[in-house]
């Protein structure tokens, strides 16, 4: 695996994670001094499930919480992307957006914006190639 896979799997993990810890603060199910230096390994969620302090449901909810909001950001500097390199109008990107938060709130499943626009013919998958493209080079910077 290239370090810029490594470096961007391990920011990924980092962002999973915060997005836990910032849910469980403000869901009242952990205290902001339970969050604050938890290691970002996994064993922190091992942790909070052998002390009692969340139960497996609330760890998965969590977890399924946080890889929205995580999936979210990303959609939304992609649909940003989209629509300033001229792919989509804004209000194409934005209609999709709506469509993936009521399909995340009827499912609980996170459908990504890519697979939206494809399904939909908005884009082609080779669309798709060239923004992912568009997007290394600009995270690159």
Sequence with gaps: MSSASERLRSTLYASLHDQLCELGVECGLL???????????GTFEQRLLRDGVLTLAQLSELRRAAAYRVGRTEDKALGGLMASHGYVPESVVQA???LQRKTFEEGGRLVRLSELMVRSGTLTPGHLVALRRLRSLSFSD
């Design 96 to 98: 999709s957006l709506d």
């Design 31 to 41: 205290t902001r001094e339970q969050v604050t230096g938890a290691p970002r390994d």
